[in-house]
């Protein structure tokens, strides 16, 4: 009998759809990929457009129709009561673990973390999240730097904790210099009017944390040497909404006042990124910030795409300052990244050197299938304590 494994994602998004974030996206992706010795059920949030119940290769959606996050839960938990698994899987919110260890008292609990965004002491209070890390039968993190930092600040064994590097579909997101990668990024450069042009592009949220506002204040110095050159800023406040926050209408203020070099796009669907990210010179994420992990530098390199990012968090874990992208200390942006900019769009055979290391780092390490495996060993575990061996 395969393993029953439910995956509960936040609540917010539906996976496996276009406007999922990366969170249900890494659960979607990586259990597809799954022995088929696990059977897994994902839920989401129905949202407009998906459907209620759905099966995709071996894994189950359950997408939950709620009007609040509290009924989203209670509804998951009567599915889960009707139909018991053999292992829970809680993504990004320690503090459902709690609820779910009190109603599954027998049932292993995994945690799988995706930043430090909802463990953060001076929000949540360090003894009410240590409490629900304690619950937790293991802790999976997306990185050796969520790692240590847990480690750090609510002092979690090593063995307490499990590292699982999200993937890229190297499929889809195929070297641009391939000829399907290369048509796809002429066909895009051509419907955006960009054929002749230097393309700088962010994908992502647009938040403080992400930095973008550096990317914008040093781009008069790159625009003064390359008059050639666009940034395209893909992204909005929050996944699936395109509000526009006073961050973002600063950002637009900023972008206006170069309107020959500056193009925001509010919505990319997922399906269509590998292309954006074939079509850019150079890919760019300032944040300024510690970030767990950065599934947009794996994507764009798998792309053949370089990366300019920062020196921070699980950041250096993907990009190899020198070799696939260039990384510069945060405190260091608004000095460096103009001129770092400059340097690479100066040189079509540097960037070339990087993308064609980046596309080949990625097909080295940073797959789903790499991913799949890192959870599949620790499900292994579990499955063996179920049968008895």
Not at 27 to 48: D, F, K, W
Not at 155 to 165: E, M, V
Not at 168 to 192: C, I, N
Request: charged share 25%.
């Amino acid at each position: 009998m395969p393993m029953e494994i439910a995956v509960i994602c936040p609540g917010q998004h539906a996976a496996a759809s276009e406007r999922s974030s990366s969170v249900e996206r890494v659960a979607a992706e990586m259990s597809r990929r799954l022995p088929a010795s696990y059977r897994v059920t994902i839920y989401s949030r129905r949202l407009q457009g998906t459907l209620h119940h759905e099966k995709i290769g071996n894994v189950i959606h359950r997408r939950i129709c709620a009007d609040s996050r509290s009924s989203y839960i209670q509804q998951v938990l009567r599915c889960l009561r009707e139909q018991p698994p053999d292992l829970i899987q809680i993504e990004n919110r320690p503090f459902l673990v709690k609820q779910f260890r009190r109603r599954f008292p027998r049932i292993p609990l995994l945690l799988s973390l995706h930043s430090t965004t909802f463990v953060q002491p001076r929000t949540y209070g360090r003894e009410a999240i240590r409490f629900c890390l304690k619950q937790a039968s293991r802790i999976i993190v997306n990185s050796a730097y969520l790692a240590a930092w847990l480690q750090h600040q609510y002092r979690q064994k090593p063995n307490h904790l499990h590292i699982c590097h999200p993937g890229t579909d190297v499929q889809r997101f195929m070297s641009k210099y391939t000829p399907q990668g290369a048509e796809q990024a002429q066909l895009l450069r051509e419907e955006l009017g960009y054929e002749k042009k230097k393309i700088v592009l962010y994908m992502g949220r647009l938040v403080p944390i992400k930095g973008v506002h550096h990317l914008l204040d040093v781009w008069p110095q790159v625009i003064a040497e390359h008059d050639d050159a666009v940034l395209v800023i893909c992204g909005s406040a929050k996944y699936g909404s395109d509000r526009l926050t006073p961050y973002v209408r600063k950002l637009h203020l900023a972008g206006n006042r170069m309107p020959r070099h500056v193009r925001f796009v509010p919505y990319v669907p997922h399906s269509v990124v590998p292309a954006w990210y074939q079509a850019a010179d150079v890919v760019v994420t300032p944040s300024a910030e510690q970030e767990a992990f950065g599934l947009v530098n794996a994507e764009a390199l798998a792309c053949a795409t370089p990366v300019v990012s920062t020196r921070t968090g699980g950041i250096v874990e993907v990009i190899q300052h020198g070799v696939n992208g260039w990384l510069i200390e945060p405190r260091q942006l608004s000095k460096r990244l103009g001129p770092v900019l400059n340097k690479l769009l100066d040189d079509g055979t540097l960037r070339e050197r990087y993308g064609r290391d980046g596309a080949a780092w990625i097909r080295q390490r940073y797959t789903w299938e790499h991913t799949a495996g890192k959870y599949a060993e620790l499900y292994e575990r579990y499955a063996s304590v179920r049968s008895g061996r």
